[in-house]
């Protein structure tokens, strides 16, 4: 489960990571789990800058009651309006259907935005960020980084932060501001909005690779974020959202698809979770293969 930074707090020496646009969870195999660990580590920390309210029961109590019949709004058209592939595509149709016999409404809509300025300015973030924590690390231990040290991709996302200005961090993070009013007001007509995860099934492992050289900050940015163009969004605002596997393709890989929330609405995403779950059970699909 994704959640905003002040909801689970990475530790005292990170404060924001990425301006609020990253924050570590977990992985689990069931909501019982996800909501049990959230309340675990919901709250801030001594000295924290901001706070969320805390829920009215714990999220592991809440999940026992179904959520009320909710307006959802669902997509399968990415940001930047390029097709996606066909699994994920009847991953979100089928899930529609599961939906609606839930006694769910569903109507297709999507927040509307520039995706081109989206990359940019997330970019401007992640490169910015990827040198301060480089060259933090590199005092510590005394190195200096290099291509000895650094993946390329790695190398050429340093290289890009480390020219950028304090002008274009902050127009970048002002432009995360505005992009969150504009989800807050179409979350204003909804309770949920269900995309899927990725933009195509899994990619195999390597096929991301960070050290394939002549490969620029930017056309780095541009791959991953076409990879996974629905969930930078939430990143950005600081929504809850959660990915479930609740399709599978034909080689038995599960095919996510994402929920994502209003601020601080955690306890309906992880009630629907719940639903969703014990409509349609995932934790009996395990590979031939596994550790767990």
């Given at each position: 489960m994704k959640l905003p930074a002040i909801a689970s707090q990475l530790g005292p020496d990170?404060?924001?990571?990425?301006?609020?646009?990253?924050?570590?969870?977990?992985?689990?195999?069931?909501?019982?789990?996800?909501?049990?660990?959230?309340?675990?580590?919901?709250?801030p920390d001594v000295g924290a800058p901001g706070m969320l309210t805390?829920?009215?029961?714990?999220?592991?109590?809440?999940?026992e009651s179904p959520p009320r019949p909710l307006r959802i709004a669902w997509t399968?058209?990415?940001?930047?309006?390029?097709?996606?592939?066909?699994?994920?595509?009847?991953?979100?149709?089928a899930t529609v259907k599961l939906l609606e016999d839930l006694g769910h409404t569903l109507i297709e809509d999507r927040p509307r935005f520039d995706w081109q300025a989206f990359l940019a300015n997330v970019h401007v973030i992640w490169t910015s960020y990827t040198a301060a924590s480089i060259d933090a690390l590199a005092a510590s231990v005394g190195r200096k980084p290099g291509p000895d040290n650094l993946e390329a991709v790695t190398l050429a996302c340093y290289e890009d932060g480390k020219v950028r200005s304090a002008a274009e961090v902050l127009n970048a993070m002002a432009h995360g501001n505005a992009l969150s009013r504009t989800a807050g007001t179409f979350f204003e007509a909804f309770d949920v909005h269900l995309t899927p995860t990725l933009a195509r099934?899994?990619?195999?492992?390597?096929?991301?690779?960070?050290?394939?050289?002549?490969?620029?900050a930017m056309a780095w940015t541009e791959q991953v974020f076409n990879y996974v163009p629905?969930?930078?969004?939430?990143?950005?605002?600081?929504?809850?959202?959660?990915?479930?596997?609740?399709?599978?393709?034909?080689?038995?890989?599960?095919?996510?698809?994402?929920?994502?929330?209003?601020?601080?609405?955690?306890?309906?995403?992880?009630?629907?979770?719940?639903q969703l779950e014990h409509a349609r059970p995932w934790q009996h699909r395990r590979p031939a293969q596994y550790v767990g």
């Open positions: 990170y404060g924001d990571p990425l301006c609020g646009l990253a924050c570590e969870f977990a992985i689990t195999r069931s909501v019982r789990d996800t909501a049990a660990l959230l309340d675990a580590v919901a709250g805390a829920p009215p029961r714990p999220y592991r109590r809440l999940i399968t058209t990415p940001p930047s309006g390029d097709k996606i592939d066909p699994e994920c595509e009847r991953a979100v149709h099934p899994p990619a195999p492992l390597g096929e991301l690779d960070q050290n394939r050289s002549g490969v620029s629905f969930t930078p969004l939430f990143n950005t605002t600081g929504q809850p959202a959660i990915s479930l596997p609740l399709h599978y393709s034909a080689e038995g890989i599960p095919i996510g698809v994402q929920f994502a929330g209003r601020f601080a609405d955690e306890a309906t995403l992880l009630q629907l979770a719940a």
